[in-house]
Structures are given as C-alpha cells and as structure tokens.
C-alpha cells in the first residue's frame, strides 16, 4: 500500500508540473501572439495605402519594423505615408533609413529631394575638400555589402595572382601574375578605402533627424546655456557627441551645438 501511495503521489505531482509548463506556455503564447506572415502584413500595409488609409499602414508598417522585419522597401513605404499625412519629420526619417540601405535607390533620392522642399530649414552646406567629397560621393554609390563583397573578390583575385607568380613556371605567367599582382594591390587598397568610408557613413557616423516642430540650439549641454540658432522638424543634423540625455550636433552650414535627446532621432 505505501510503494502504491508513493507511486500516487509522485503521478500527481507530474500531472501538475505538467499543467504548470502549459499554462506558462498559454501565458507566453498569449502574450506574445505568433506573429503573421510578415510578408501577408506587408501586403496589408500596402492595401492601407492604397485605400488612402494612411493611419492603419503606417502601424502595420511600424508593426514590422518592431519585430525586426524592416526593409528598404517597408521604410520606404512608410515615409510615404509620413508625408502623406504631413509629418514631414517621420517621412524624411524613414526615407533616410531606407537610403542606408539601398543608398543609390532613384524612387527613395527622389522622395527625399520632394519631402526636403517641405522642410522649413534650408542651408547651404560647407564645402567639403574635393577628395573628401569625391570619396563620400564614390562610397555611396553602393551599399556597405555590396563595397564588402567587392572588398572580398579583390583579395581573392589578389592571391591568386601572386599564387601564379610563385607556383607557375612559365616565365611570361610569372610576370602575368606578378603585374597583375602589383595592380591588384592598388585596386583592393582603394575598394579598402571605400568600404571602409561606406562603413563609416552607415554605422559610425550618426546622423539624426530633427523631430520637434522647432527648437533652440544650446551652446552648452544645459537647459541654462544661451541659444545659439533654432532648427525645425526634418532639418537633418550630425550627431557628433552625447552627454546624459544631450547631443552635440552639427547642422549642414557648420554650426554646431546642443539639444536634447527626445528632440532628433537618429537615422
């Protein structure tokens, strides 16, 4: 009688552990519901936007971008229905998000140049030195990935070369390969160069959109510094340094200064 109790007791005990695990499976399931098809919610979206139902696509395209499904393209569709709606602020952010990603897009360059005729700022910017100009210019004409895997085959190409100078013993290989090996250096030194900078720009660099109707420029991260110059929604800043819940930034004609963080957004 005592081995059947125990048997029992320990059957029971099973059973509730295992009512346990799935109920705290219904919890986890119940809280965080599995989530569409992104692809059928895109679709969603983008009957939204055609119904002219800006309101509902721009959170179905939030939605996606919350849960890690953001594109070029979902990006792109939302600062479409930003500047439908007249925020000018979230269109060009979203524009600029999908321009990090597919930098030499013509539909996304163009939405930009329209919503920048919307924002109130306009400046012109400090000439850059040509080189650095002619650099930033070359690097975003691809993408990071794309500069990447360029970066990739150029090295490849480069041994392979100079594999053929050492291994081949034809003397007119040799020199194939140790002429191309010499050029190879210099074309994957500069590829270096522009992956690098491609790098910089979309990773490093940070630059931000300013998101408030309008705000004053600070000269010094404080709510008693003096106001240096007011800046509008849209206007795009560098963002050069952060101090607790301020950021030093620089706008397009040199000026630089300090607002708070729940002013911008950044890119």
């Known amino acids: 009688m005592q081995i059947l109790k125990i048997h029992n007791l320990n059957s029971i005990l ?12 219904l919890l986890i399931t119940l809280q965080n519901p599995v989530n569409a098809d992104p692809v059928s919610d895109y679709k969603k979206g983008n ?48 524009y600029e998000r999908a321009r990090k990603i597919l930098p030499d897009d013509d539909d996304i360059n163009f939405n930009i140049k329209i919503a920048s005729l919307k924002v109130v700022d306009k ?12 650099l930033k210019a070359i690097a975003s004409e691809f993408a990071t990935d794309s500069w990447s895997t360029f970066l990739i085959v150029c090295t490849w190409l480069l041994f392979l070369f100079f594999a053929i100078y050492v291994v081949s013993p034809s003397a007119s290989m040799k020199k194939f390969g140790f ?66 819940d301020w950021k030093k930034i620089r706008i397009a004609n040199g000026s630089i200064g300090w607002l708070k963080l729940n002013e911008i957004e950044v890119i």
């Open 14 to 25: 099973s059973f509730q552990w295992i009512k346990l695990i799935l109920c705290a499976l």
């Open 47 to 94: 009957e939204f936007y055609q119904k002219q139902d800006y309101e509902n696509a721009i959170k179905i395209y939030e939605g996606l971008i919350k849960n890690g499904d953001a594109s070029a393209e979902v990006y792109y569709n939302l600062g479409n229905c930003y500047f439908k709606t007249d925020n000018i602020a979230h269109a060009m952010l979203n």
């Open 179 to 244: 002429v191309s090996g010499i050029a190879f250096i210099l074309v994957t030194a500069f590829v270096f160069v522009f992956t690098e900078k491609s790098h910089s720009m979309n990773f490093v660099d940070q630059q931000a959109i300013i998101t408030s109707a309008s705000v004053y420029v600070k000269n010094s991260p404080d709510e008693k510094g003096s106001d240096q110059f007011i800046i509008h929604e849209g206007t795009k800043v560098d963002v050069l340094d952060a101090l607790g």
């Open 123 to 134: 400046m012109d910017a400090v000439p850059e030195i040509f080189y650095k100009r002619w």
